[in-house]
């Protein structure tokens, strides 16, 4: 009996322990005392997040370093997609993009020099973002520079473009893709990409086709059962080139957008020199 006594009044303390304590969910919580507390505010000094005017140049650096490098990347692979039915055909020895890549992933690695480095006080890793920089400044104007030499004002349906064509390896290399049209899977996707998104039929005209193959692919018309009739009127080449042109062009443009934030950038980078050296 003693043992029953003794368990209920445990019981019964341990309940009015329960009802005592105060719970989230409890209307007894106190919440007056608790609203009446001032908020706990801590001076920035002692926060370790101070703002210096070198962390926030840095900062924006790898902003402007970041973005050059994601705009450059996207739109090269862009124009890369755009003009892969053109490179089959058209054979390149060299081409803007092969310079504005690497460019762009130099900006890349300027971005995380310019991250990894925003809250440091010492100036030994600058003399690295520079030379990233740099070298991205000099991939962008070598491809600047291959971009404008091909810079002859192309106007599609003009004819006076053809003798100016001429000149280059356009035709001869068109040719020879034209012959392996029904060899080789790749150059017949480049012929029908081409003359459907370009609504035009062969090099200079459809009787290319029909002396190559006696049959004009069904790309030349906007329907099946192609024939030299209801082929598409006008030629490839100048349609050809001008698309190649203004790839060129707008890719040239941007890195020369991309080159003075690159100035831009070297400019911040001296200011943040000359802030922690003093």
Same mark, same amino acid.
């Given at each position: ?14 309940d ?46 790898a ?29 390149f ?46 991939? /962008?104007?070598?491809?600047?520079y ?35 049209y ?9 012929? +029908? ?18 002396? /190559?193959?006696e049959?004009?692919? +069904? ?25 190649? &042109? ?27 020199y &000359?802030?922690?050296?003093?």
């Open positions: 009996m003693d043992l029953n006594k003794i368990n209920l009044s445990l019981e019964a303390q341990g009015n322990r329960l009802i005592k304590a105060h719970s989230s969910d409890s209307l007894e919580m106190p919440w007056d005392k608790i609203r009446s507390r001032p908020p706990l505010i801590v001076a920035q000094s002692q926060t370790g997040r101070q703002i210096s005017p070198d962390s926030f140049f840095m900062c924006f650096l902003f402007l370093q970041l973005q050059a490098g994601l705009g450059l990347l996207g739109v090269n692979i862009w124009t890369m997609i755009r003009k892969y039915p053109y490179t089959i055909m058209i054979s020895v060299i081409d803007n993009t092969y310079f504005s890549i690497p460019g762009a992933c130099l900006c890349f690695f300027g971005f995380w020099i310019a991250v990894s480095t925003m809250n440091q006080r010492s100036s030994q890793f600058l003399s690295l973002l520079i030379v990233f920089i740099c070298l991205s400044t000099i991939l /962008l104007v070598t491809s600047s291959v971009g404008f030499l091909f810079k002859s004002k192309l106007e599609p349906k003009n004819e006076t473009l053809l003798s100016e064509i001429k000149k280059t390896e356009f035709i001869s290399s068109m040719g020879q893709s034209l012959v392996q029904d060899k080789i899977k790749i150059h017949k996707f480049a012929w +029908d990409v081409t003359q459907k998104r370009l609504e035009c039929c062969g090099i200079f005209n459809a009787s290319d086709w029909i002396i /190559l193959r049959k004009i692919p +069904d790309s030349c018309c906007q329907m099946g059962n192609c024939t030299e009739s209801n082929s598409y009127k006008n030629n490839c080449v100048p349609f050809v080139a001008h698309e190649i &042109y203004w790839y060129k062009l707008f890719i040239s443009s941007l890195n020369v957008m991309v080159v003075a934030i690159h100035i831009l950038s070297l400019i911040i980078i001296g200011l943040v &000359y802030w922690r050296r003093s």
